[in-house]
């Protein structure tokens, strides 16, 4: 049976959990692959709304494994307290359907503190959440990390916290900041660990075993491709990859597994914290998007940035990242506006550019091309086939999906899982 890998085409927070949760429900195996709790997807099902970050979408429904990939960075506190959250909500969290990576870096409290310090010291954002995802990362690729099955043996720990601690200490001392009892690290390791190692498991094992079976996978990736640490918008981007390419390193599966690759794109644009924008609206339209798309963080409850749809940019991602169609969100937002824009293009130094460029300095320079489309009056909430929608609506959708080079497989028109339209299903061989 075919897998999917799910991912966002733009900066993040187009709507994934939405999508994630409506086809996990027709999975069996759900896995996170890289990232960490410095995402966040919401769910809302039967009423109720779920607010995940580290656990897979796939948690919230009886009957299907949830796998934490190698990929991802796992802050052990932050994991219990998710973990505890959801429970209290009765959703069943046991080591019989969540299984972590053995091979997971941890996400220590120094990790955090470094987090902070940076921003705070350089006196300028580049968006991070401060949860110390980037630290992490910079250990792992250093050969210092502290991983999941670390924990399991005591000794080793020890002498591994040594090892991190000598780089560590000497970053904090040139910073001024106090250093790192070993020992109390070492401590609260041990503490948490009887509560985290029941967890612990090979997943690419149990991922292979599974496709053997023909068991359905869904891949579910965080952030957007325009926040890759490759091919966003660096380096106001994030710390890991998080196109599609992603999905087979970070889980331990070999390529040809990830299967369909659906890119989760907003019917406009948002970004969170700073960074090159080109079609970012800073008057009443761009206030009007962000009231109507509630357009906050779920894990930081920062204020995204609005404008108007950026085709150059998503058409890039799809090229980059493999992705075979689009799950177009929020249409909905637009309801009521007399036009539309739709950026084709940008001018830069008077030149006209079909892609968007890799140097900072330049992307924010870009000036938008628009192509203007007439709106429409009539509501599209809630809509769950085409029949249902206004015609200038579908003239708007055809004409992206001309734009971006790739069709749109599923409509969303409100958070609901329900009001979802199918035109291609993912999951078809």
């Known amino acids: 049976m075919a897998n999917v890998a799910v991912v966002g085409a733009q900066w993040g927070d187009e709507g994934k959990g939405k999508i994630v949760d409506w086809l996990s429900e027709r999975a069996d195996v759900v896995v996170r692959f890289q990232g960490g709790n410095n995402a966040g997807h919401t769910l809302v099902i039967a009423g109720v709304t779920y607010k995940l970050s ?5 948690i919230v429904r009886s009957g299907k494994l949830s796998i934490i990939g190698n990929g991802v960075v796992v802050d052990p506190w932050a994991l219990v307290a998710e973990i505890d959250a959801i429970r209290a909500k009765g959703v069943a969290v046991s080591p019989e359907n969540l299984k972590i990576a053995d091979t997971a870096t941890l996400i220590l409290p120094l990790h955090r503190d470094l987090d902070a310090i940076r921003e705070d010291a350089l006196g300028t954002s580049i968006g991070t959440t401060r949860r110390g995802i980037g630290p992490a990362y910079e250990d792992k690729v250093a050969r210092r990390a502290i991983r999941l099955c670390d924990l399991a043996d005591p000794q080793g720990l020890a002498v591994k916290v040594t090892t991190l601690l000598f780089h560590h200490n000497a970053l904090r001392s040139g910073l001024g900041r106090p250093a790192i009892d070993a020992r109390k690290l070492i401590d609260s390791l041990l503490a948490i660990a009887p509560t985290l190692l029941p967890y ?11 496709r053997r079976q023909g068991r359905r996978i869904l891949y579910e990736g965080a952030q957007g491709a325009m926040l890759d640490i490759d091919h966003g918008t660096y380096p106001y981007v994030t710390s890991s990859n998080t196109v599609a390419g992603q999905a087979a390193a970070g889980s331990g599966v070999g390529p040809s597994a990830v299967g369909y690759v659906l890119g989760i794109t907003k ?28 357009e906050f963080g779920t894990v930081t409850g920062r204020k995204r940035r609005c404008g108007w749809f950026d085709a150059v940019l998503v058409r890039q991602a799809i090229k980059v990242g493999g992705i075979h169609g689009i799950a177009l969100t929020k249409l909905d937002v637009l309801d009521g506006f007399e036009s539309i824009n739709v950026c084709i293009g940008y001018r830069v130094d ?39 929608l206004p015609a200038t609506a579908i003239k708007y959708i055809r004409r992206i999906e001309e734009l971006i080079e790739a069709p749109v497989a599923i409509l969303s028109t409100s958070p609901e899982r329900e009001d979802t339209i199918l035109v ?6």
């Open 267 to 294: 019917a406009y644009t948002t970004r969170v914290g700073d960074g090159p924008f080109p079609t970012e609206l800073t008057d009443a339209t761009g206030q009007t998007l962000g009231e109507r798309g509630r």
């Open 350 to 388: 008077g030149k006209l550019r079909e892609t968007f460029p890799p140097s900072t300095n330049d992307q924010r320079r870009l000036e938008p091309v628009y192509e203007t489309f007439e709106g429409w009056n009539e509501s599209t909430r809630g809509a769950r086939s085409w029949a249902h």
């Open 200 to 210: 612990a498991d090979a997943v690419w094992l149990r991922l292979d075993q599974a």
């Open 54 to 58: 580290l656990l897979p979408s796939g």
């Open 424 to 429: 291609k299903d993912p999951f078809a061989d």
